[in-house]
C-alpha cells in the first residue's frame, strides 16, 4: 500500500516527467521549428498542457495533500516538499477553470497585439488589450491571494519568488533609491575621464560560438548534459538533465552575445546542479525566479565581468578574435573590463548595465504594485512611467511608449509580480559572493586564472543541493545572513568607484 | 450532443497531437540530445506513451465504433476514417497489456544486447533474445490475428502495410525470384565492360549540406513545413506539418548522403501532402509503409538515379564540388549517371543496389514467414540464410552473422512483417512511375530540366491526397491497375539491360 505523500511523490514525478517534454518542446519551437508548423505545435502543446492540467488538480491530490501534512514519519525534506506541492496545488485549483480560460485567451491575445503595437508606439491601441489582462489578471491573484491568506501583491510575488514579500520588497527598493541617482551620477562622472577603446571588426559567428562554449566549459557548464543554440530572444530552457541555453550573435559586436552566454550559463548550472535524488520533485527544483536571477548574475555580473575574470578570458578571446578586429589593443584584458563595465543612463531595461538596472526595477515594481492594488489606472501609466523615469533616470519617456511603458513583454503577458526578481538577484548574487569571499579569501586570484571551484563548491552545498527545501528568503539568510543591500552597494562602490 | 463518430474524430485528434509530441522528441534524442539525458528522456517518452495508451485502448472507443459502424449519415472518408480507426483501436487493444509489457521489456534488451553482440560476431550470445522476442511476438500476433480474423503472417504484415497478404507477397516474389539471378548476371557482364571514373577527393560537409538542401527544393520539399539534419541513422520523422528528415554525411563520397536525401525527401513529400482537411484523422496519415517506401523509391530510384535527373543535377554538383574533387570528368552528367546505377552483389541490405536489392528481401520474408508460423527455429536461421544467399547471390555467410543474420535491427526490435515493404514499395513505385510515363509522356524530358511538376501532380492527386482512403493493393489498383512487377522487371531491363 502505498502512503499518501508516495502517492503525492509518484504524481508530481508523472507530471514532472510531462513539463520535461512541454519544455523541450517550447526550446525546439524556439530554435528548431520551422515557421509553418506553428498552429500544429500550438495545438499539441495545448493538448499537453490539458493532460498536465487534468493530472494536476484532480481532487483526490487534495486529499493526498492533507493525509501527507499530518504524517509524522516525514523526513524535513519530505515535509518541504508537500509545503512545495500543496503550493502548487493551490496556484493550479485556486482559479476557476473558465476564468483561466479567459485569462490564457486575454494573455495571447496581448502579448501577440503587442508584438505589433509596440513597433508602431500605438500605446492607445494597446491599452484596452493589457486592461483586459490586467483585470482578469486582478481577479486570479485574488483568489490565489485569499487561499493562500496572502495580499494581493505577495500573492503576485509568491508564484514567481516563493517567500519574498512586499514589504521586503519595499524595504530594500527605497534603501536602494536613496544611493542609486548619486552613485550614477558619481560613476558616469568618474567613467567619463577614462579611456575605452571600441573593438572595431568583424566577428565571425562560428568563432564567437567556439569562444562561447570554450568559456562555458571553464566556468562549469556540462555538456554532457546541456547544449548552446540561437534563438532570437536568449533564454535558459529545457530540463533539468538537459539544459539547453541561447544566445544571438551580431558580427559586429561580441561582448554583448557572450555575457548573456554566461549569465544563461549561471541560470544553467543552476539547473543541472539541482538535487539528483529529488528530481522530478518540486522540493528538487530551483527556488523560485529571484535565487535563479541569483545564480545567473552571480555568475554574470559578480564573476564575468571582473577584471579578474577579463584576466583568464583575455587570452581565449584575443586567439579568437585578434585577427579580426581593427585594433588589437582593444582586446588587452584592462580593456575588456572597462568595456563590460561601461554605465549608461538608458530606456530600455535589457540594455541597461548593474548599476542603472534597479532603477528600471523599482520603478516597474511600483506600478505594477499600484495597478495590481487598483491604485493606478491603466491609462495614467504612461504618465507615471515618464515621471519616475525622469525622477531616477534624468530620461523623459513622453509620446515614447515603444521605448517606454511598452517595451517589456511582463505586462502585455499578465507577468505581474516577477519584476523585482531581477532585483532581488542582483542583491542576492552580491551577498553571496561577498560570502564567498569571506570563506574563501583566495576566490578572485583563482578567477583569474580560470579556477572556479571555489566559487562551485560554495554554490553546490549552499544553493544548488539545496533545491526548495527553503524558500527565497530563508534560504538566503540560512546561508549567508538576512538579505540586505549592502553588499550590493559595497560591490558597486567597490567596482565602480573605487 | 456529439455523435459517436465525432466523438472518435475528437478522441484520435487528441491522440494525434500527443503523438506529435512523441515525434518531435523522437527527433530530437536522434539529433540534438546531450548523451547524458537519454534516462530521464526515456521516462518522459514512456510516460507520454502511457498517457496515449490509456487514450488510445479506453472502452468507450469500442463502443463509439460499434455506433459509428452502423451510421448511415456518414460520407465514403469518414466510413473509411472509422475503419482505420478500427483497425488502429484493434491493434491496440488485442494484446493484453501484461503481455505487452513483457514485449516492450523483450524487445528493448534484444536490441540493445543486439547493439553490442552484432559488433562481436556473437550469434550463440544473441539467440535466447532474439527466442524470446520472437516467442512473445508470435503470441502477440496471433491475439492479432484471431481479432481481425487474418492468417498469422497477414496480421503481421498488416500492422505496417494494411491490406498487403502472405498470398499477394509469395505470388509477386516467386515472379521476381523466376528472372532475379539471370537479371542479376546479366547486368554486371555488361557493367563489367564499361568504363566508370569514381570522383576522388574531400568534400566538404557544409557544401554537401547546400547541395543537398538545394536538390531537395528542387523537387519539390517544402522548407516551411520542414529541415534536414544530421544524425547517425538517417531517417524521416517529425509530423504531417513539420517534416525532419536526416542523413549522414563522409567527406570522401557525396553520393551516398546524396542519394539519401532525396529517398527521405520521397517520404517527406508524402507526408507533406497528405490531406490538411484529415490532419490527425487516421483516414488522413500515410497508407502503410509499402506505400511509403514507394514514394522514398519512387523519387529516389525512378527519378533521382535516372540520367535526366543528372543531366538536370550534374551544374549543380559540379558548381559545389568541382574544386574539391581530384578528377572533374568523374563529374560530367554521364558519369554520374552511371555512379547511381552501380550494381555489386553484397552482404549488407541497405547497402544494396535496386537491383540486387529484391533479393534480400526475398530472404528475409521467407525466413521471417517461416519464424513466425513456427516451421523454422531460431537456432536454423543462419543455416537457412546462408542457403539462400548462396542461391540468390551467390555469397556465403557462413560463420559471418554479423553481415548476414544479425545484420538488420528489424527482428531484434520484434518488427516481424516489416520487410516485405521495401519491396513492394519498390514494386509499387515502378508501377507507379510507368503510369505517369503513360499519362504524361514528356515527363522524363521535364525531370532532365528539373522540373518535377508532372510527377507532383500525379502523386498529389493519386496518393497523396488520399491518404488512407484506400488500403495498400486497393490503392495501387484504382489508381494505375492491379500490382505485378511487370513494371518493375521493364524499369530494371531499360535501365540497366539496354
Same mark, same amino acid.
Given at each position: 500500500?502505498?502512503?499518501?505523500?508516495?502517492?503525492?511523490?509518484?504524481?508530481?514525478?508523472?507530471?514532472?516527467?510531462?513539463?520535461?517534454?512541454?519544455?523541450?518542446?517550447?526550446?525546439?519551437?524556439?530554435?528548431?521549428?520551422?515557421?509553418?508548423?506553428?498552429?500544429?505545435?500550438?495545438?499539441?502543446?495545448?493538448?499537453?498542457?490539458?493532460?498536465?492540467?487534468?493530472?494536476?488538480?484532480?481532487?483526490?491530490?487534495?486529499?493526498?495533500?492533507?493525509?501527507?501534512?499530518?504524517?509524522?514519519?516525514?523526513?524535513?525534506?519530505?515535509?518541504?516538499?508537500?509545503?512545495?506541492?500543496?503550493?502548487?496545488?493551490?496556484?493550479?485549483?485556486?482559479?476557476?477553470?473558465?476564468?483561466?480560460?479567459?485569462?490564457?485567451?486575454?494573455?495571447?491575445?496581448?502579448?501577440?497585439?503587442?508584438?505589433?503595437?509596440?513597433?508602431?508606439?500605438?500605446?492607445?491601441?494597446?491599452?484596452?488589450?493589457?486592461?483586459?489582462?490586467?483585470?482578469?489578471?486582478?481577479?486570479?491573484?485574488?483568489?490565489?491571494?485569499?487561499?493562500?491568506?496572502?495580499?494581493?501583491?505577495?500573492?503576485?510575488?509568491?508564484?514567481?519568488?516563493?517567500?519574498?514579500?512586499?514589504?521586503?520588497?519595499?524595504?530594500?527598493?527605497?534603501?536602494?533609491?536613496?544611493?542609486?541617482?548619486?552613485?550614477?551620477?558619481?560613476?558616469?562622472?568618474?567613467?567619463?575621464?577614462?579611456?575605452?577603446?571600441?573593438?572595431?571588426?568583424?566577428?565571425?559567428?562560428?568563432?564567437?560560438?567556439?569562444?562561447?562554449?570554450?568559456?562555458?566549459?571553464?566556468?562549469?557548464?556540462?555538456?554532457?548534459?546541456?547544449?548552446?543554440?540561437?534563438?532570437?530572444?536568449?533564454?535558459?530552457?529545457?530540463?533539468?538533465?538537459?539544459?539547453?541555453?541561447?544566445?544571438?550573435?551580431?558580427?559586429?559586436?561580441?561582448?554583448?552575445?557572450?555575457?548573456?552566454?554566461?549569465?544563461?550559463?549561471?541560470?544553467? #548550472?543552476?539547473?543541472? !546542479?539541482? =538535487?539528483?535524488?529529488?528530481? %522530478?520533485?518540486?522540493?528538487?527544483?530551483?527556488? @523560485?525566479?529571484? &535565487?535563479?536571477?541569483?545564480?545567473?548574475?552571480?555568475?554574470?555580473?559578480?564573476?564575468?565581468?571582473?577584471?579578474?575574470?577579463?584576466?583568464?578570458?583575455?587570452?581565449?578571446?584575443?586567439?579568437?578574435?585578434?585577427?579580426?578586429?581593427?585594433?588589437?589593443?582593444?582586446?588587452?584584458?584592462?580593456?575588456?573590463?572597462?568595456?563590460?563595465?561601461?554605465?549608461?543612463?538608458?530606456?530600455?531595461?535589457?540594455?541597461?548595465?548593474?548599476?542603472?538596472?534597479?532603477?528600471?526595477?523599482?520603478?516597474?515594481?511600483?506600478?505594477?504594485?499600484?495597478?495590481?492594488?487598483?491604485?493606478?489606472?491603466?491609462?495614467?501609466?504612461?504618465?507615471?512611467?515618464?515621471?519616475?523615469?525622469?525622477?531616477?533616470?534624468?530620461?523623459?519617456?513622453?509620446?515614447?511608449?515603444?521605448?517606454?511603458? #511598452?517595451?517589456?513583454? !511582463?505586462? =502585455?503577458?499578465?507577468?505581474? %509580480?516577477?519584476?523585482?526578481?531581477?532585483?532581488? @538577484?542582483?542583491? &542576492?548574487?552580491?551577498?553571496?559572493?561577498?560570502?564567498?569571499?569571506?570563506?574563501?579569501?583566495?576566490?578572485?586570484?583563482?578567477?583569474?586564472?580560470?579556477?572556479?571551484?571555489?566559487?562551485?563548491?560554495?554554490?553546490?552545498?549552499?544553493?544548488?543541493?539545496?533545491?526548495?527545501?527553503?524558500?527565497?528568503?530563508?534560504?538566503?539568510?540560512?546561508?549567508?545572513?538576512?538579505?540586505?543591500?549592502?553588499?550590493?552597494?559595497?560591490?558597486?562602490?567597490?567596482?565602480?568607484?573605487?
Amino acid at each position: 500500500m502505498m502512503t499518501s505523500y508516495e502517492k503525492l511523490e509518484a504524481r508530481f514525478l508523472q507530471i514532472s516527467r510531462l513539463n520535461d517534454a512541454r519544455s523541450i518542446l517550447g526550446w525546439d519551437e524556439a530554435v528548431m521549428m520551422p515557421t509553418g508548423s506553428s498552429d500544429s505545435r500550438n495545438q499539441t502543446l495545448a493538448e499537453l498542457a490539458g493532460v498536465i492540467q487534468n493530472l494536476s488538480i484532480s481532487p483526490e491530490i487534495g486529499d493526498w495533500l492533507g493525509e501527507a501534512e499530518g504524517d509524522p514519519q516525514l523526513l524535513p525534506a519530505q515535509k518541504a516538499n508537500v509545503r512545495e506541492m500543496k503550493r502548487i496545488y493551490t496556484e493550479m485549483t485556486a482559479v476557476p477553470s473558465e476564468l483561466n480560460q479567459k485569462l490564457v485567451v486575454a494573455r495571447m491575445t496581448s502579448e501577440q497585439k503587442w508584438r505589433t503595437l509596440r513597433g508602431q508606439n500605438d500605446w492607445a491601441g494597446f491599452m484596452p488589450y493589457m486592461e483586459e489582462v490586467l483585470k482578469l489578471t486582478r481577479e486570479a491573484t485574488r483568489l490565489l491571494a485569499e487561499k493562500r491568506g496572502l495580499s494581493l501583491y505577495d500573492a503576485a510575488l509568491s508564484t514567481f519568488s516563493n517567500g519574498l514579500t512586499t514589504q521586503v520588497v519595499e524595504k530594500l527598493f527605497t534603501e536602494i533609491k536613496s544611493f542609486l541617482p548619486d552613485t550614477i551620477n558619481a560613476v558616469l562622472h568618474k567613467q567619463k575621464s577614462e579611456t575605452v577603446i571600441m573593438p572595431e571588426g568583424s566577428y565571425p559567428i562560428a568563432a564567437q560560438k567556439a569562444l562561447a562554449k570554450e568559456l562555458m566549459g571553464a566556468v562549469g557548464f556540462n555538456f554532457e548534459n546541456g547544449r548552446l543554440d540561437e534563438s532570437h530572444h536568449p533564454f535558459c530552457g529545457g530540463t533539468q538533465r538537459d539544459v539547453r541555453i541561447t544566445t544571438r550573435y551580431s558580427e559586429k559586436e561580441f561582448l554583448s552575445a557572450l555575457m548573456g552566454v554566461l549569465h544563461e550559463t549561471g541560470h544553467a #548550472m543552476y539547473e543541472q !546542479h539541482l =538535487p539528483l535524488k529529488w528530481l %522530478g520533485q518540486p522540493v528538487g527544483a530551483a527556488a @523560485g525566479m529571484a &535565487i535563479h536571477e541569483s545564480q545567473s548574475l552571480l555568475m554574470e555580473m559578480q564573476v564575468s565581468r571582473s577584471a579578474e575574470f577579463m584576466h583568464f578570458a583575455g587570452p581565449a578571446i584575443r586567439k579568437h578574435f585578434a585577427v579580426h578586429t581593427k585594433n588589437p589593443e582593444a582586446l588587452s584584458d584592462e580593456n575588456l573590463a572597462k568595456l563590460v563595465t561601461r554605465v549608461k543612463r538608458g530606456y530600455i531595461r535589457v540594455d541597461a548595465d548593474e548599476v542603472t538596472y534597479p532603477a528600471h526595477v523599482i520603478l516597474r515594481f511600483e506600478l505594477e504594485r499600484d495597478l495590481l492594488e487598483d491604485r493606478l489606472q491603466v491609462k495614467d501609466v504612461p504618465a507615471a512611467w515618464n515621471e519616475k523615469m525622469k525622477a531616477y533616470l534624468g530620461l523623459s519617456t513622453e509620446g515614447n511608449y515603444k521605448d517606454g511603458c #511598452m517595451q517589456d513583454v !511582463h505586462w =502585455p503577458a499578465g507577468l505581474f %509580480g516577477y519584476f523585482p526578481a531581477y532585483t532581488f @538577484g542582483a542583491i &542576492i548574487a552580491a551577498q553571496f559572493f561577498a560570502r564567498i569571499e569571506q570563506v574563501r579569501p583566495g576566490v578572485r586570484s583563482e578567477i583569474a586564472k580560470g579556477n572556479l571551484s571555489g566559487v562551485q563548491s560554495w554554490l553546490t552545498d549552499n544553493v544548488w543541493s539545496k533545491g526548495s527545501e527553503l524558500t527565497t528568503l530563508d534560504l538566503v539568510t540560512a546561508v549567508s545572513e538576512p538579505l540586505s543591500v549592502a553588499s550590493f552597494r559595497a560591490h558597486i562602490q567597490k567596482r565602480y568607484l573605487s
